[in-house]
C-alpha cells in the first residue's frame, strides 16, 4: 500500500485523537488541510487503513463506525447515553485466546469486548 499524502494526513489525524471519531468527524478535522477532499475519499482511506491494519475499525459503538489509531487489540468504553467511545484504562485479566477456542461449529476469528457505562459528563447532568 502507498502512502499517499491523504492517507498520511489521515493518519496522523487519527492516531492524534483519542475520541474515536467518526468517518464525519474525521472529514471536518482534515479538510483544514485538504479542503478539496470528499467523504468518499475519507471513508475509502479509512477503510484501506483499517484493512492494512494500521487503525482499528470499531464497528460496536451504536451507529456509526468509529476509528482508532491505535490497531493493537485493547478495550474500549462505551457511553451508554452519549456514544462517546475512550480506551480502557487498564486490561483487565482476561485470556482473550482462551475465548477463541470455545466449543462450536463456528469457525472464530476474534473477539469483541467492550465495556459499557456513563462517562462523568452525562453522570454531572443526571445529578
Not at 25 to 50: A, H, K, M
Not at 85 to 101: H, K
Request: charged share 30%.
Amino acid at each position: 500500500m502507498r502512502l499517499t499524502k491523504q492517507r498520511k494526513i489521515i493518519l496522523e489525524r487519527l492516531k492524534q485523537s483519542r475520541s474515536h471519531p467518526t468517518a464525519v468527524q474525521i472529514y471536518d478535522e482534515v479538510r483544514s488541510e485538504l479542503p478539496n477532499i470528499s467523504l468518499g475519499t475519507v471513508y475509502r482511506n479509512l477503510d484501506i487503513l483499517s484493512k492494512e491494519g494500521m487503525i482499528s475499525k470499531i464497528e460496536t459503538c451504536g451507529d456509526q463506525k468509529r476509528f482508532d489509531g491505535i490497531p493493537d487489540p485493547h478495550l474500549h468504553i462505551i457511553c451508554s447515553r452519549c456514544g462517546k467511545v475512550q480506551d480502557a484504562p487498564q486490561e483487565p485479566d482476561l485470556d482473550l485466546d482462551q475465548l477463541t477456542r470455545v466449543e462450536t461449529d463456528f469457525l472464530i476469528t476474534g473477539v469483541r469486548l467492550e465495556l459499557l457505562g456513563v462517562c462523568p459528563d452525562c453522570n454531572r447532568e443526571n445529578n
